[in-house]
């Protein structure tokens, strides 16, 4: 089992900046993979980010490439997910998620465990 926690989420002006961060508990050692994801209201939920655990690999979703930048600590039990330059359709639930097959990069499908998410609001 993984337990993941976010934080981080908040109000902020377009424009502005938000640190979220995804701590990670559990049999961390077993995950390939952790992303972070997002959920506006009516929405489907979408792909922001992936990092894999070993080597580092990152991709992004083409919306935030430039501004956003997902990172982990040493330890590997921190994912970051840094957001510069919000803007209002940047709005949404921030959710991450840890993949343990080894499939890179993970369909969304195969992120086996999610987090409860933290909300962002970024106000024009």
Known sequence: QVQLVESGGGLVQAG????????ASGRTFSSYAMGWFRQAPGKEREFVAA?????????????VKGRFTISRDNA???VYL???????????VYYCAAA?????PPWTHEYDYWGQGTQVTVSS
């Open 16 to 23: 502005g900046s938000l640190r979220l961060s995804c701590a």
């Open 51 to 63: 990092i894999r655990i070993g080597g580092g690999a990152i991709v992004y979703a083409d919306s």
């Open 76 to 78: 590997k039990t921190t």
């Open 82 to 92: 840094q957001m510069n330059t919000l803007k209002p359709e940047d709005t949404a």
């Open 100 to 104: 343990l097959k080894e499939s890179w």
